[in-house]
């Protein structure tokens, strides 16, 4: 999949390496990558880890995979470790938005890993997506690597969501790592006795934030989601101006004398707009959402 000339080295002293990641306490003396890391600037995707356990239950992964959905349709970039379980959904809700993901490996790029998310890993690649590692590409998957390379998956990101943390889980480390990076920290709760939460459930008690929705977690974060863009037909773009410059309610006649159209187009446009959400209508009048 992999070869060492579409891998890109980058050094903190590069104005591609990621801001967030150059004020932690050791960042990576360099990062190879793999596709096209997002943008990097205040004005840019706001960047969340998503990371649990790799021994994951159905609901954790369905979880991991529909939170990672809604928050790349609200216009977040979702960073995660490629490993399995909680980490492969939280990938996986990203690509099914067809958004872009990043995964944090603990091994060099020539070899992905684990092997079972190959497809993944392409799937990725091609939305534009990245797939960095600190460690040079042939570098094996050593077990201290993972730990080292938790403290890039938080420090990319503005916030951590855990889900599914046992006791002496590597994503308690990275939710330790971020409250250390001055970074926000949310967990997702679960059944008392389960012990996949074991260790989730204690870091609420130390203080990180409970979250159990998309939502909780882009309101905490002050972060608005993005408007989806709209196709819109010459018709439909020639009565939304009309609404725009009038700033009032319209009747039919009135939109058809003002848009100079026929009624069979300017019904069926006002129709494709009330259902595109863009317009409304009251008592026989059509104004604006």
Known sequence: MTSIKSIRKITPENPAYPFLLKQISDPPKQLYVLGNL????????????????????????????????????????????????????????????????????????????PSQNKNLAEKILELGGAIISEYAPDEPAFPSNFLARNRIVSGLCIGTIVIEAPERSGSLVTARLALEQNREVFMIPGPANHQNYSGSHRLIREGARLAVSAEEILDDLNIKPTAPEINLAPEEELILKIFLKDKKPLSIDRIIELAKLDTQTVNKTIAFLTIKGIIKETSGRYNLK
């Not at 960047?47 to 369905?62: D, E, F, S, W, Y």
């Not at 399995?84 to 070899?111: C, F, Q, R």
């Open 38 to 113: 997002p943008e990097d600037s205040p004005a840019a995707s706001p960047r969340l880890a998503i990371v649990g356990t790799r021994k994951a239950t159905p609901n954790g992964c369905l979880l991991a995979k529909t939170i990672a959905k809604e928050l790349t349709e609200a216009g977040c970039t979702i960073v995660s470790g490629l490993a399995m379980g909680i980490d492969t959904a939280a990938h996986e809700g990203v690509v099914a938005a067809k958004g872009k993901t990043i995964a944090v490996l603990g091994n060099g790029l020539n070899k992905i890993y």
